[in-house]
């Protein structure tokens, strides 16, 4: 299965809606994506809404682990959105749940 990524730039905020199944094979192409918007500038927040993703593995929670650190050092946050209740379960059951900003509803520029 392919994977979608779409990106919205406003303000000090980066949305980006990801659609399609987070793997080994789709992961390295979500941290390309990613990961530059998130080493390129301080104080920057991205929402990333998940709500169009159907299946998520451990390679797809080292991606936002990565991006996560990131953000963090550089004194921005990162947004997970739209969290069905089997990803919020793989997130919930790793801890990443309580150490990551995770919202079940879509808010801001991203539906």
Known sequence: MNLSIDMQEKENELFVKVAGEIDAYTAPKLKETLHPSAEAENDKDIVVDLSEVSYMDSTGLGVFVGLFKTINARGG???LVGLS????R???ITGLGD???INSKVEGGVE
């Open 77 to 79: 946050q990162l947004k």
């Open 99 to 101: 150490i990551m900003n």
């Open 85 to 88: 209740d089997r990803l919020q």
């Open 90 to 92: 793989l997130f919930d």
